[in-house]
């Protein structure tokens, strides 16, 4: 099994900065690519930035120049540094894994538990 782990959430003031980490734990072989998407209060889960097994990243129009992902392959561990925030960003944040448990097998994505961000004075 595996377990997708986030962290870092919480309230902040509007400006300021949060980093986020998703742990992967169990039974991995790879991590193919990593997401991190967002739920707003009272709206659809949105696509927010991504990265790849060789560090290509991708990111929402509404957060681009000012969130950045990363990953630490040796910890199995994604961020997502958040700067800038602003109270649009209030949501709760998930983070998605498409992981090979073995070799020569398809991955299979993992979500996790998500973290809440809330950004208000």
């Known amino acids: 099994q595996v377990n997708l782990v986030e962290s870092g959430g919480g309230l902040v003031q509007p400006g300021g900065s949060l980093r986020l980490s998703c742990a992967a734990s169990g039974r991995i072989f790879s991590i193919d690519s990593t997401a991190w998407y967002r739920q707003p209060p009272g709206k659809q889960r949105e696509l927010v930035a991504t990265i790849t097994s060789g560090g290509s990243t991708t990111y929402a129009d509404s957060v681009k120049d000012r969130f950045t992902i990363s990953r630490d392959n040796a910890k199995n561990t994604v961020y997502l540094q958040m700067n800038s925030l602003t109270p649009e960003d209030t949501a709760v944040y998930y983070c998605?894994?498409?992981?090979?448990?073995?070799?020569?097998?398809?991955?299979?994505?993992?979500w996790g538990q998500g973290t809440q961000v809330t950004v208000s004075s």
């Open positions: 998605n894994s498409n992981i090979r448990t073995r070799s020569f097998t398809e991955p299979v994505r993992f």
